[in-house]
Structures are given as structure tokens and as C-alpha cells.
């Protein structure tokens, strides 16, 4: 009968998280389509969901909260809140600026008077579309092993070498910019010689490092976590990503960034091809 209550208790639990987790961010992104609308800079737009999808996740690892939380609960909401301050705060530094975001840009030009609604409509989708972010996090801080061991160990490290690489990755293209001689130019150095969004790479490389805690032979619940580096894939690589980037990188660049393309892995870092002139 205890071992019932216990499976009772774990469903309600995950039952909660989701409910949680998907109404935060619907509220959070809600609050993302007001900043949008009002500053006409969709760039505050991904500095809000980076924000909200850390802070979202932190809660959820630490759910319910207690006194003295275990330790994996606490590594694991720590991971995602320092990910989330770096990434964050990156953006923001963009938006300050007053760069606008291409993609969003080029959304609002396409959807033209119908812009304001469809941008929620789009916004709330994508909130709901990130719910297995989070989810996984708390699957992660949830798994029933007494101690931390090498499984925790090896995700922070994944998490840590992910978040070097990405901020490495957007300082050498910050750099590239700054230069005027390489205006009109496609970045080529360094990380972004091996593929041409060694920052998405990395982005979603982070998000391996939960299913790897949270996989556990007497975890069922574990398996649900790798729906986070599939949904996180799927985003960078087919939806707002590498698509509306790499169009807008087309027609700004046009023959350097084919020629980029033909040469440059689009997403996992490999030796450039050598091309024929």
C-alpha cells in the first residue's frame, strides 16, 4: 500500500510541476508580448524567456520548498539560474543597444497590421513549446538517489563547459562586429569557423546535462527528460533559429555567407570542407 501512495504521490507531484511550469510561462511571456509592444525591440523578447525559463526551472527544482533542500536540488536550480544569468544578461546587453532582433523583425514586416496579435499568439506557443525545459530541470533535482554521484558530477560539468563555449562563441562574434573593416563580412574565426551557430550548439548541449542526472534505472519519470534536448534541437535547428537567422544572413550577405555555408557545418562543430574557387 506505501508503495502505491508513493506512485500516487509522485504523479500528483509531476501532475503539479507541468500545471506550474506552463502557467509561469504563459504569464512570464504574456509580460514579454507588453515589453515587445511597447519598445518595438524583440530583442527583449529572448532576454525575458531566458530569464523566465531559469527562473522558472530554479523554482521547479526546488519544489516543494523545505528548510534544508537535498543537495541535488539545490545543484540542479543553481545550474539553471547560472546559464540563465549569463545567457540573460548577454541579450540584454543587446537590447540596450537598441539592436532589434532580425527574426522577430522579419515576422512583424511579414504579418504586417496583424503583427500585435499574431506576436502573442506566436509568443504564447513558444512559452508553451519550453515547458519541457523547466520540467526537466525539476526531473532532474527529483531523482531518487540518496547522494550526489559521478551522473550529477558529469551534468554540472556538461552544464559549465556549455556555458563557457557559448559565451565564448558570442564574445568572438562581438569582437568580429566591433571591427569596421569587417563590415559586410560573415564571421569566420575561432568557434564559428567549425560551424556557423557554435552558440546554438552549445545552447543546446546545456540542456543534455539533465537527462543525464535524471536517467535512473528506478526513475520512470527520468525518461521524460530528454524531451528537453529533442524540443530544444527542434527549436535551434527547424523553428527560430538557424532558419530565419541563416535567411536573413542570405540576404544580407548573399554570395560570402552561400560560400560560408557550403564550406561551415551548420550546427555541430566539424573541420570546415575544402572548397574549389
Known amino acids: 500500500m506505501s508503495r502505491i501512495r508513493l506512485v500516487v504521490r509522485m504523479g500528483f507531484l509531476q501532475i503539479q510541476a507541468v500545471a506550474g511550469v506552463a502557467l509561469a510561462l504563459?504569464?512570464?511571456?504574456?509580460?514579454?508580448w507588453m515589453v515587445q509592444q511597447r519598445t518595438g525591440?524583440?530583442?527583449?523578447v529572448d532576454m525575458i524567456w531566458t530569464y523566465s525559463v531559469g527562473l522558472v526551472g530554479a523554482v521547479a527544482a526546488m519544489w516543494p520548498l523545505a528548510e534544508a533542500l537535498p543537495a541535488r536540488q539545490v545543484l540542479v536550480g543553481g545550474l539553471v539560474l547560472?546559464?540563465?544569468?549569463r545567457l540573460g544578461t548577454h541579450i540584454a546587453r543587446r537590447a540596450a543597444s537598441g539592436i532589434d532582433d532580425p527574426r522577430y523583425a522579419a515576422y512583424a514586416q511579414e504579418w504586417g497590421p496583424e503583427a500585435p496579435r499574431r506576436m502573442f499568439a506566436f509568443l504564447q506557443s513558444q512559452a508553451f513549446a519550453s515547458v519541457p525545459l523547466p520540467y526537466a530541470v525539476f526531473l532532474a533535482?527529483?531523482?531518487p538517489r540518496a547522494a550526489l554521484g559521478v551522473q550529477d558530477y558529469a551534468g554540472a560539468l556538461i552544464v559549465l563547459a556549455a556555458i563557457a563555449g557559448e559565451a565564448i562563441?558570442?564574445?568572438q562574434l562581438r569582437r568580429f562586429k566591433r571591427h569596421p573593416s569587417n563590415a559586410g563580412l560573415v564571421c569566420d574565426i575561432g568557434l564559428w569557423r567549425w560551424s556557423r551557430h557554435p552558440n546554438y550548439f552549445f545552447e543546446w548541449l546545456g540542456w543534455l546535462a539533465y537527462p543525464i542526472i535524471a536517467l535512473s534505472p528506478d526513475y520512470a519519470w527520468g525518461w521524460a527528460s530528454l524531451i528537453a534536448p529533442a524540443i530544444m534541437y527542434?527549436?535551434?535547428v527547424y523553428l527560430t533559429g538557424i532558419p530565419p537567422l541563416e535567411a536573413q544572413m542570405l540576404r544580407s550577405r548573399g554570395r560570402r555567407y552561400r560560400d560560408y555555408q557550403a564550406r561551415t557545418s551548420a550546427f555541430f562543430p566539424r573541420r570546415p570542407k575544402r572548397t574549389s574557387e
Open 82 to 85: 547560472v546559464w540563465s544569468a
Open 169 to 171: 562563441a558570442d564574445e
Open 234 to 236: 527542434w527549436i535551434l
Open 141 to 143: 533535482a527529483h531523482v
Open 41 to 44: 525591440n524583440s530583442s527583449w
Open 26 to 32: 504563459s504569464l512570464l511571456m504574456g509580460q514579454a
